[in-house]
T-cell receptor, first 112, second 116 residues
Framework: AQSVTQPDIHITVSEGASLELRCNYS??????LFWYVQSPGQGLQLLLK??????LVQGIKGFEAEFKRSQSSFNLRKPSVHWSDAAEYFC??????????FGAGTRLFVKA | NAGVTQTPKFQVLKTGQSMTLQCAQD?????MSWYRQDPGMGLRLIHY???????DQGEVPNGYNVSRSTTEDFPLRLLSAAPSQTSVYFC???????????????FGPGTRLTVL
C-alpha cells in the first residue's frame, strides 16, 4: 500500500541554520511527490513538486528537495532558515486513482 | 480570484445533528476534494470529485456525503454527527485530472468542527 513517512514529529533549528526535513514514501511506480507548508490557522500551500526529470527540484521561499529513488526519499532542505519558516510541513505522494497520500507532518520551530 | 473558499470557519454541533460544510472555487478546476486533519495523522481524504456529477470515496468516507452539481461547488454533508468527526476539514481543488489528479492542489482555509 502507498504510504508516506515523516520520521520527525517536530524539529527545532536556530535562525540562520540549515534545515533538512525527511520524507520516505512507499509506492510501486514512479511517484509524483509534493511538499506543502501550513502556517498556523491556514490551509496548505505548495512548496514544490517532483514529477520527473532533474532529481533536485527548486521551490518557493528558497526551499529545495531531492528525489532519491534508491532510498525512496524526498527530503526538503533550506540553507538558511528564517523565523517566518516556522510552520508545519507535509510531504505527499500521488497514489493513483486521483488520490494523494499525505504524511503526518513535521512541525518546525525556529529559535532566535 | 477568491481561490477556494470554505464556510463556516468554526462550527459546534451536538451528537446526532446534521450539517453541510460549504466549499466553492472560482478557478474552473475539474478536481475537488475534502480532507480531514487530525493531530499526528496528517490529512486524510474523505471524498473527491473529478467533475460535475462525478464523485468517489477516499480513505475515510463513512459518515459523510458529497455531491457535485456544478464545477464551482463541492459541499460535504455530515449525516449524523459523532464526536469522532471532531476535526479540521479542508477543501482543495486542482486544475486538471489529466495527470491523474497529481497536480498541485489549492486549499481552502479550513473549517474547525467540534462535535459534543
Amino acid at each position: 500500500a502507498q504510504s508516506v513517512t515523516q520520521p520527525d514529529i517536530h524539529i527545532t533549528v536556530s535562525e540562520g541554520a540549515s534545515l533538512e526535513l525527511r520524507c520516505n514514501y512507499s509506492y510501486g511506480a514512479t511517484p509524483y511527490l509534493f511538499w506543502y507548508v501550513q502556517s498556523p490557522g491556514q490551509g496548505l500551500q505548495l512548496l514544490l513538486k517532483y514529477f520527473s526529470g532533474d532529481t533536485l527540484v527548486q521551490g518557493i521561499k528558497g526551499f529545495e528537495a531531492e528525489f532519491k529513488r534508491s532510498q525512496s526519499s524526498f527530503n526538503l532542505r533550506k540553507p538558511s532558515v528564517h523565523w517566518s519558516d516556522a510552520a508545519e510541513y507535509f510531504c505527499a505522494v500521488g497514489a493513483g486513482g486521483f488520490k494523494t497520500i499525505f504524511g503526518a507532518g513535521t512541525r518546525l520551530f525556529v529559535k532566535a | 480570484n477568491a481561490g477556494v473558499t470554505q464556510t463556516p470557519k468554526f462550527q459546534v454541533l451536538k451528537t446526532g445533528q446534521s450539517m453541510t460544510l460549504q466549499c466553492a472555487q472560482d478557478m474552473n478546476h475539474e478536481y475537488m476534494s475534502w480532507y480531514r486533519q487530525d493531530p499526528g495523522m496528517g490529512l486524510r481524504l474523505i471524498h473527491y470529485s473529478v467533475g460535475a456529477g462525478i464523485t468517489d470515496q477516499g480513505e475515510v468516507p463513512n459518515g459523510y456525503n458529497v455531491s457535485r452539481s456544478t464545477t464551482e461547488d463541492f459541499p460535504l454533508r455530515l449525516l449524523s454527527a459523532a464526536p469522532s468527526q471532531t476535526s479540521v476539514y479542508f477543501c482543495a481543488s486542482s486544475y486538471s485530472v489529466l495527470a491523474g489528479g497529481y497536480n498541485e492542489q489549492f486549499f481552502g482555509p479550513g473549517t474547525r468542527l467540534t462535535v459534543l
